[in-house]
């Protein structure tokens, strides 16, 4: 089969024990990222399965319309980025696997970076000792302070038991089945979500972006945190309502932002509003990108691809294109 990985930015895949599941096949990688509908038609006509990482490119109905080689997209996670129903009118399999018993620990551990990285400001301390000047400040410590954590799934209950170990109080907001969740694992749950914001001195945000999550932390949310409050995100940009977080820092409420995500990606603009602020701490989506979580994500995408070309698709999301 022809295959073609989309956005691998620094052809990080060829370089994965599982890649060898690809022998055989003609596989082509890009490593820039395009999303201009006539360059990926023709970047894909020849393309009979596609490999996408993450929510990296949009692919909607005019792109597919254009691809009719194109009988199989694999990927892992969820797919907002992807037209389903186009992909099912077209003859074209969507396989994604959930990976619902596996959280990102890559994820968490990143997010508890950002946490000590914020508290302790360490980026700052780093950047100004190379400019030779030692010491300009204090920290705070973790143990004894709130962790908040909203949106109790897969990551956030890892990141709650990472809070724990550093001695922190835990306190979950969420949707009420999650909130359920959270108190039989025992950690205590906040009232409502206004006292939740009020009360956290590190909130970190752990839920998925879809249409009733979108905007979900607004402005008026950021206003009720405390001055000394740190707020990490490393889900996804659009939980917070546009440009909110980027005033709320320079109003100083909260006090500290450490994000690993952006509305736009890749986000390559140096004056970026987030970029200017001296209390904002931002990576470039990096959460996932480690090398095992990588070996465990294409492994099943991959795996898809070789189900695929035996006959036999698996995690198929749209199960009407097999009829």
């Not at 690809?22 to 970047?43: C, I, P, S, Y």
């Not at 797919?79 to 990102?104: E, F, K, M, R, W």
């Not at 659009?238 to 977080?245: D, K, R």
Request: proline residues 6%; neutral net charge; hydrophobic residues 45%.
């Amino acid at each position: 089969m022809n295959i073609t990985i989309l956005d691998d930015y620094f052809d990080t895949l060829r370089g994965l024990p599982c890649f060898r599941k690809l022998d055989g096949h003609a596989v082509t990688v890009w490593n820039d990222h395009v999303q201009d509908v006539d360059a990926l038609a023709e970047r894909l006509r020849d393309t009979e399965a596609l490999v996408l990482i993450r929510e990296r490119t949009q692919i909607r109905a005019p792109l597919i319309a254009r691809l009719p080689k194109l009988r199989l997209i694999s990927q892992r996670s969820v797919y907002p980025h992807i037209d389903v129903d186009a992909c099912t009118a077209h003859g074209v399999i969507l396989s994604s696997n959930q990976h619902a018993g596996t959280p990102s620990y890559a994820a968490a551990e990143l997010t508890w970076g950002l946490v000590l990285a914020g508290m302790r400001r360490i980026p700052q301390a780093v950047q100004l000792l190379k400019q030779g000047t030692w010491q300009t400040g204090m920290g705070r410590t973790l143990r004894g302070r709130t962790l908040g954590i909203y949106g109790y799934g897969r990551i956030g209950a890892e990141v709650a038991r990472y809070g724990a170990a550093f001695g922190m109080k835990v306190l979950v907001w969420a949707r009420e089945a999650s909130r359920q969740r959270a108190r039989d694992d025992g950690w205590d749950v906040a009232p409502d979500k206004q006292a939740f914001f009020e009360t956290c001195d590190v909130l970190s945000l752990h839920m998925r972006l879809v249409p009733d999550t979108r905007g979900i932390v607004a402005a008026q949310d950021l206003a009720r945190m405390k001055p000394s409050a740190l707020l990490v995100n490393t889900s996804r940009a659009g939980l917070i309502e546009p440009g909110a977080l980027a005033r709320a820092l320079a109003a100083g409420r909260p006090g500290a932002a450490a994000v690993d995500v952006f509305e736009s990606e890749p986000m390559t603009d140096p004056q970026h509003p987030l970029l200017q602020l001296p209390n904002a701490i931002c990576t470039p989506h990096i959460g996932y990108v480690t090398e095992d979580e990588y070996e465990t994500q294409f492994s099943d995408v991959f795996d898809q691809i070789v189900a695929y070309a035996a006959g036999k698709p698996i995690h198929v999301i749209n199960p009407a294109v097999l009829a």
